[in-house]
């Protein structure tokens, strides 16, 4: 029996050391929860994290920043029943072309159809309710510009402009022939609304 006793000892010894490194081992899982963890950290700072910290709030305010930047507004045209025309850009590009782009605001109580946007040329009657009869005033050369066509006659320019609803914003563009290259500025003009001054820029 003595032997015996013997025997089981060094056996026993080596189950101890088996058992403490089976512990380690636990210790290095350990290490790899904390692996695990670092995607979510990283995901943390993204900006669409809103829980971010740290250097994740930078991140996000920095997302944030461009949409904040408020829109230079050119000119704004103000019409009948609280309809206001913002021109937010009038760019002169390579091609010989000028276009002006801003919003229209229905800030009325009733829906706003722009009918007579179109203008009177029965040319333009298949633009429908759009800004088709716009024109861009060079009073220093005295000439007038109109809304550029299509093949087809319809103006290159925002078509379907109805049902406006009150508080609704829709863009708008319109392309004109560019005047010559001295002319830095032009009157924006549009039926039923007070013509605007509008600096051009090059593209």
């Not at 550029?148 to 402009?161: A, I, V």
């Not at 560019?178 to 039923?192: I, N």
């Amino acid at each position: 029996m003595r032997t015996r006793y013997t025997a089981l000892g060094p056996m026993a010894l080596a189950v101890g050391v088996v058992l403490v490194l089976a512990g380690c081992g636990g210790g290095s899982g350990g290490s790899g929860d904390s692996d695990a963890k670092a995607p979510t950290t990283t995901a943390a700072t993204h900006p669409a994290n809103g829980t971010a910290k740290g250097g994740g709030d930078s991140a996000a305010e920095a997302s944030a920043t461009p949409s904040s930047t408020p829109t230079t507004v050119l000119a704004q045209l103000k019409g009948e029943d609280g309809v206001l025309v913002s021109i937010t850009s009038a760019v002169r590009d390579s091609g010989g072309f000028v276009t002006v782009q801003g919003e229209i605001v229905n800030d009325g109580s009733g829906v706003f159809n722009a009918t007579t946007w179109r203008g009177e040329e029965l040319a333009l009657v298949s633009s429908g309710p759009s800004v088709a009869g716009a024109v861009l005033v060079d009073e220093a050369a005295k000439k007038r510009y109109y809304v550029l066509r299509d093949t087809e006659g319809k103006c290159l320019c925002t078509m379907g402009l109805i049902e406006i609803r009150p508080k609704e914003t829709r863009p708008f563009f319109a392309q004109f022939p560019a005047p010559p290259a001295g002319t830095t500025s032009v009157e924006f003009e549009l039926p039923t609304m007070p013509p605007a001054k509008i600096p051009l820029s090059e593209g």
